[in-house]
Every structure is written in structure tokens, then in C-alpha cells.
């Protein structure tokens, strides 16, 4: 059974940083593409970054790029979420969510929520002002 949990969230001050988990249990992980996922009261759920375990390939969302950055432990089956310079509109609460991993282009989008087969319970991050 595929398991994705998500820890790390909490309150913090504009600035600040968090680092947000996604365990993995139940696939091969090296086949998988993880991706964060976050969605704000009122608002549709967006892709914030990504990233193909194979390969390393990453993907940012223009509105975290330079401030967040994916990254995995392969060994703990683990993808990591820093986020820093974190801003009011930032709040939300994060997924991850997991895909079968390809190959992909350097300039390439993580693509959409309905690729992600795969879905943790989410983490609230809450960033005052």
C-alpha cells in the first residue's frame, strides 16, 4: 500500500524557514516523481515543486522559485522541502503526492494534481505577518 506522510509544518514568521517531510513506504521509490502540493482557503490546489528520484530533475513554481528547495534522501525513502524567506501568502497547507517517474526535460512543468495517483494528509504551514 502506497503511504505518503507529510511533517513539518507549523507557525512561523514572514522571513523565517521550515522544512517540510514526505516519508514514502509501499512503492519502489526510485521509480516515483514526488511533488509538493499546496492549497490555500478559497483557492485551487497548486504545484509548488517537484522532483524525479531517478534523476534528481527538479521543478519550481515561479512564485517559490529561489526560496524553496526539493530535495531527497534515498536512503530514508524521504523528500525535503526547505522553504525559506517565507511570506504571508505562503500559507496553506502542503501535500505531497507521488507519480511514476520519467525522464524530463530541463525546462519541463511538474504537470497537474491528476497526475499524482498518490496523496498524503497534508501539513498546515502558517506564515504571519
Known amino acids: 500500500e502506497v503511504q505518503l506522510v507529510e511533517s513539518g509544518g507549523g507557525l512561523v514568521q514572514a522571513g523565517g524557514s521550515l522544512r517540510l517531510s514526505c516519508a514514502a513506504s509501499g512503492f519502489t521509490f526510485d521509480d516515483y516523481a514526488i511533488g509538493w502540493f499546496r492549497q490555500a482557503p478559497g483557492k485551487e490546489r497548486e504545484g509548488v515543486s517537484c522532483i524525479t528520484i531517478s534523476d534528481g530533475w527538479t521543478y519550481y513554481a515561479d512564485s517559490v522559485k529561489g526560496r524553496f528547495t526539493i530535495s531527497s534522501d534515498n536512503a530514508k525513502n524521504t523528500v525535503y522541502l526547505q522553504m525559506n524567506s517565507l511570506k504571508p501568502e505562503d500559507t496553506a497547507v502542503y501535500y505531497c503526492?507521488?507519480?511514476?517517474?520519467?525522464?524530463?526535460?530541463?525546462?519541463?512543468?511538474?504537470?497537474?494534481?491528476?497526475?499524482?495517483?498518490?496523496w498524503g494528509q497534508g501539513t498546515q504551514v502558517t506564515v504571519s505577518s
Open positions: 503526492a507521488a507519480k511514476l517517474g520519467e525522464p524530463m526535460p530541463p525546462d519541463a512543468t511538474m504537470g497537474h494534481r491528476s497526475d499524482f495517483g498518490s
